[in-house]
């Protein structure tokens, strides 16, 4: 079934080195979502991709959507600490009233 | 995140029994929507409402029951027949018709069935 794929599982990082996960969807995507889950916590948005070939910068973190809008990275420049959790990809592939489809996530883990 | 509870925090209930989950906004958001996540699998979509007095199953539908009889409310009824009910439930809601997709999440029940 159409799914949404996400790589690494887990990244280990010394901090201040950069950080990068992937995300591959099985269809063509309406649009992408990014979260984050900070340990115990609940997902947070952080930013929504929409064009095909989109790159969106926060600080930090550098957004991108492939041209088939089939996949998406998200980069982190310069580690830190506040940067631990784990980072989630999410894909509408039905329709926004079914909900997002989300991938497994990235679990960061960031050693000082 | 911001407007939107869920009550309680964790949760334990006995092998058998049913157990509902509360979720309020008050956000004004038509869309509501139930996720179960479990360590490693990321966010499953149980059911979700575009609008009052209608919702429809997700991908993990089996063993769940969820109303929807105000906006503001979309509770979750973990039954009996859901076979592995141990997880951290998440509720989000989205406006719909909006310019982005965005999903605001509640912070999560942890329901431990023991």
């Known amino acids: 079934g159409q799914q949404v794929m996400q790589i690494p599982q887990y990244q280990h990082v010394q901090e201040g080195e950069d950080f990068t996960t992937y995300c591959n969807s099985s269809t063509t995507l309406s649009n992408i979502q990014w979260y984050k889950q900070r340990p115990g916590g609940h997902p947070v948005f952080l930013i929504q991709?929409?064009?095909?070939?989109e790159v969106k910068k926060q600080k930090r973190l550098t957004f991108q959507f492939g041209e088939a809008k089939k996949n998406s990275s998200l980069h982190i420049t310069a580690t830190q600490t506040t940067d631990v959790g784990t980072y989630f990809c999410a894909g509408l592939l039905r329709g926004g009233a079914d909900g997002l489809t989300f991938g497994k996530g990235t679990h960061l883990i960031i050693q000082p | 995140d911001g407007g939107i509870t869920q009550s309680p925090k964790y949760l334990f209930r006995k092998e058998g029994q049913n157990v509902t989950l509360s979720c309020e906004q008050n956000?004004?958001?038509?869309?509501m929507y139930w996720y179960r996540q479990d360590p490693g699998q990321g966010l499953r979509l149980i059911y979700y409402?575009?609008?009052?007095?209608?919702?429809q199953k997700g991908d993990i539908a089996e063993g769940y029951s969820v109303s929807r009889e105000k906006k503001e409310s979309f509770p979750l009824t973990v039954t009996s027949a859901q076979k592995n009910p141990t997880a951290f439930y998440l509720c989000a809601s989205r406006l719909a018709g909006g310019i982005t997709d965005t999903q605001y999440f509640g912070p999560g029940t942890r329901l431990t069935v023991l």
């Open positions: 956000l004004n958001h038509d869309a």
């Open positions: 409402s575009q609008i009052v007095n209608d919702f």
């Open positions: 991709l929409v064009k095909s070939g």
